[in-house]
């Protein structure tokens, strides 16, 4: 993996983003480097500072990891919907092996007629989702209703939001969420159950030293029991794991920097993984179980993850799919050791057919693509504004929007669901670090109208 090569400067990230967590940083960072452990939704370079390059922070949004993800995938199945099954099943003991694949993309999906609502156009492909904050379901409510038929909630259903204090469960934000989701006839992902971050103080702890493997499995079985009960029936998928591969394929583990390591492993080693599904699929037999994580398109990371799912699959784990947190950029980076290098079309594409070749569903889960690209150094006199994010931009945008979307169309069967994180641009975790750094990534503006990258992703 890269190392940093000329931080500049750092400020202390916002909370609000996809899992961000309170400790992280946000970097600015010359060229070529990128952090060796810091995790995070947005993968770093997505969002990780002023030069959208991984940071050393803790957390998604303030910077992530990097590497160059050295390796090869496995040559993966193609779509298992003719070959197999591309669903996984609800059942412990069957969950979802699938065949063995036959290596070609499914048929794709088509229009619904000539709508000009988002999800009523892909009504024959995937749901559309948007992640929600706990105001944004209101503020951009026209929005959601007019072109969205999934909710994920940013931070609401994470553990230090529902569970601050041990015993005590505070749901108050998360259902007026799942209610406005209900009314409106939308599904509602959960997110997320077990992660490294953003968890409450008391967690790992007992007595003043660290928690024994009994009590934190007894705490982990209570709290995923409480919540996933707690919203049963309303919710039909849950990310129960998230981010526990690294970018070499090994398992987060809990020698890394505070904020950045999991101590799951440290005190349970891989088998939290297991058991957290066990319990989720315990408290609520018909919800979809997912493992969620970003930079799928590092083949030394996708395979980690497919040889994790497949080891938990040959268990009898239920886990029923995989999420792609696809935080993208406008444009790969050009730097060999910076993660976004391999951020490519063809390589998410391996994702994809590797993932469901196990007879996994697969879906995108936290779904932007940034202005700023890896590896290039930005300030506050190179932050875009409104001003400049000029037509030949917005176009860069659609284009990558549009290939990306290609992709997923040609996949349709295999991929049960794409997500967009956040709705439109006035609203979005990239622009919310200290730094004062503005993004532009949605497929709305920021006042709420669509954009170039809208009408790309509505042409099929």
């Known amino acids: 993996m890269g190392l940093l090569t000329g931080l500049l400067w750092s400020c202390t990230s916002s909370t609000s983003g996809p899992d961000a967590a309170a400790s992280g940083t946000e970097s600015t960072v010359q060229t070529g480097g990128s952090s060796t452990s810091a995790g995070g939704d947005a993968g770093g370079d997505a969002a990780g500072g002023s030069a959208a390059q991984g940071g050393a922070g803790a957390a998604d949004p303030s910077g992530g990891t990097g590497g160059s993800g050295a390796g090869d995938s496995a040559a993966g199945g193609g779509n298992q919907t003719n070959a197999g099954g591309s669903g996984g099943t609800d059942d412990a003991t069957s969950g979802g092996t699938g065949g063995e694949g036959t290596g070609g993309a499914d048929t794709g999906c088509t229009p619904n007629g000539d709508s000009q609502n988002l999800a009523e156009r892909y009504a024959n492909c995937f749901p559309i989702g948007a992640a929600v904050d706990s105001q944004s379901y209101t503020t951009h409510a026209a929005l959601l209703k007019a072109h969205f038929n999934s909710v994920t909630a940013e931070n609401e259903m994470k553990f230090e939001s529902l569970q601050r204090t041990e015993g005590n469960f505070s749901y108050d934000a998360a259902d007026r969420i799942v209610n406005f989701a209900v009314a409106n006839n939308m599904k509602v992902r959960g997110h997320a159950l077990v992660w490294h971050s953003q968890n409450p103080s008391w967690l790992f702890s007992s007595g003043g030293g660290a928690v024994s493997k009994q009590v934190l499995l007894s705490r982990m079985k209570n709290h995923i029991s409480n919540v996933v009960r707690h919203f049963k029936g309303k919710i039909y998928a849950w990310d129960v794991v998230n981010e526990a591969i690294m970018e070499d394929g090994s398992y987060r583990g809990g020698n890394l920097p505070d904020g950045q390591n999991s101590r799951w492993y440290e005190i349970l080693g891989e088998s939290y993984i297991a058991e957290a599904f066990k319990y989720a699929h315990e408290a609520d037999p018909d919800a979809k179980l997912f493992y ?169």
């Open 292 to 460: 969620n994580d970003f930079y799928n398109y590092i083949p030394a990371k996708q395979q980690g993850i497919y040889n994790m799912l497949k080891g938990l699959l040959d268990q009898g784990v239920p886990v029923h799919g995989v999420g792609l947190q696809a935080h993208f950029n406008i444009e790969p980076s050009t730097v060999t050791t910076n993660q976004a290098y391999h951020q490519h079309v063809a390589n998410l594409e391996e994702a994809i057919k590797l993932y469901s070749s196990l007879g996994l569903e697969v879906q995108v889960t936290e779904l932007d693509i940034s202005l700023y690209i890896p590896g290039v150094t930005y300030n506050p006199s190179t932050f875009y504004t409104t001003a400049t994010f000029t037509d030949d931009l917005k176009a860069k945008q659609a284009a990558r929007y549009r290939e990306f979307f290609e992709l997923f169309r040609k996949y349709g069967s295999a991929i049960t669901g794409v997500t967009f994180w956040g709705i439109a641009d006035d609203n979005t975790w990239l622009s919310e670090f200290s730094s004062g750094r503005k993004d532009f990534p949605l497929l709305f503006d920021v006042d709420h109208r669509p954009k170039p990258a809208f009408d790309a992703v509505m042409d099929f």
